[in-house]
């Protein structure tokens, strides 16, 4: 009989080979449990408030308001809302056509560009345009986009790091271009060699392949690491030299554990270098309101901007973003709040700062709490999170273990997650979903539990991971490191 197109037999085959591991089989079997009854800590999504953080009460107040224009009108609305929130959703309200339930731009609201634009230049300390600057839904539309742009078919080659975020694999698959893996060194905390690439690059384009962009993760998901200004250069020079654009990937910009690396932007590592690098090197950076001490991922808000991109190729871009006519308006709003807080003095500045901060810092206990306690356990090695939201453990599995994930028809560190899983209602996601080198076995874990459930977290995965350690180790050796 002949398939229908929505067969599964006659499906693109580029959604079939797709793979996106942070809501893959693991994810499934944790659903599985709950339902059942089992209290499952979900640590496979760098999902703030899923796990308990409060949003902050400032930029509510505001997204509140402008949903709610009528309670601008009500003479008590002084006696809900601070001055500085009334006057915030009156700004935002007129720089829309309409309120929330018009479409804006398809670029986003003018306003809010603007503002973006003005962050990005108290940031990196050089001039942003406005016009270069793309409202998303979310920053994974935006790499979406911009892949879509940049890939023509499986001769196009992306460079990715491994481990990788699966939004790239997954976005590469989908569009049919190629991936190129440069790995990452997890004995040198998780750092770039750039003789790595080159070493990639140079394989890749002995099959063909066009090496057209390379993506950056600064800093690292699921790998955690903060990229050094003088690693940036050398990755600009790169990308230089081999005509590639750099998709940086910087939506944990916000999330930094140590003082030793602060965030610095490719931006402005480009604009140090001067001439000819910053006029020539084709650059995109993502950003989002999902991360950072907001963790507003519901809301779906990002942007994009472009450097040294053609205008005739962002009209380009414009025209493929209107085919989805407008980024969401609320999102937009959320954007401009978190690029253009509260002030020194406003009436919201103290609660907004108190409340920042305190997120901030506990983040900060909770990546030492994690990473301490995975080099506690039986082979067990974990790089600290120097920045982002994850820990990735390295766990050396017993030959004994290799052995029963085999006979379970598991990838091993699948069958590992999986049994921690059933024992713990640990929900993690295996480091296979992100890529590793061959023989090498990681997990993922968020550090978002609430830090007083922390402690108890970790004991409770010291003790099903030292038990199973004991139970497969029968002495005959170990995945290698
Ligand atoms: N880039 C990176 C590196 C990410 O980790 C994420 C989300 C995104 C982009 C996309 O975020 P938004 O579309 O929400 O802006 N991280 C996922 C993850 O690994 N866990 O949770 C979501």
Redesign the pocket.
Known sequence: MALKALDYDSLNENVKKCQYA?RGELYLRASELQKEGKKIIFTN???PHALGQKPLTFPRQVVALCQAPFLLEDPNVGMIFPADAIARARHYLSLTSGGLGAYSDSRGLPGVRKEVAEFIQRRDGYPSDPELIFLTD???KG?MQILNCVIRGDGDGILVPVPQ?P?YSATISLLGGTLVPYYLDESENWGLDVNNLRQSVAQARSKGISVRAMVI?NPG?PTGQCLSEANLREILKFCYNEKLVLLG?E?YQQNIYQDERPFISSKKVLMDMGSPFSKEVQLVS?H?V?KGYWGE?GQ?G?YFEMTNIPPRVVEEIYKVASIALSPNVSAQIFMGLMVSPPKPGDISYDQFARESKGILESLRRRAKIMTDGFNSCKNVVCNFTEGAMYSFPQIRLPAGALQAAKQAGKVPDVFYCLKLLEATGISTVPGSGFGQKEGVFHLRTTILPAEEEMPEIMDSFKKFNDDFMTQYDNNFGYSRM
Do not use: P
């Open positions: 942070v999504v760098g999902n979310g920053a994974s790499v975020y939004l993760i998901n990937d939506v993502f989002t999902s991922c779906r990002g």
